[in-house]
């Protein structure tokens, strides 16, 4: 995967695993982040780079017991 790309959207579908893997738009460092199934089917959610600190705007629209789509990005774009 291209470490320098800075949006990432997936559109395959997913089985809800506990965790989410995604790749810091900051630094490229793979992190990986729990899913709340029963935060709704639109979630969008800011975390820090487990390895950079930077803030990481995570979006998830989740259909049933799946990942529809996924975006990641940094904040302020
Ligand atoms: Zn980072």
């Given at each position: 995967?291209?470490?320098?790309?800075?949006?990432?959207?997936?559109?395959t579908?997913?089985?809800?695993?506990?965790?989410?893997?995604?790749?810091?738009?900051?630094?490229g460092?793979?992190?990986?982040?729990?899913?709340?199934?029963?935060?709704?089917?639109?979630?969008?959610?800011?975390?820090?780079?487990?390895?950079?600190?930077?803030?990481?705007?995570?979006?998830?629209?989740?259909?049933?017991?799946?990942?529809?789509?996924?975006?990641?990005?940094?904040?302020?774009?």
């Amino acid at each position: 995967m291209n470490k320098n790309i800075l949006m990432l959207w997936y559109y395959t579908v997913m089985p809800i695993d506990e965790n989410f893997d995604f790749d810091c738009p900051h630094c490229g460092s793979a992190n990986s982040l729990p899913i709340d199934i029963t935060g709704g089917s639109r979630q969008s959610l800011v975390v820090d780079c487990e390895t950079c600190c930077a803030p990481i705007i995570v979006r998830l629209r989740l259909s049933g017991d799946e990942i529809v789509s996924v975006d990641v990005r940094k904040e302020n774009e």
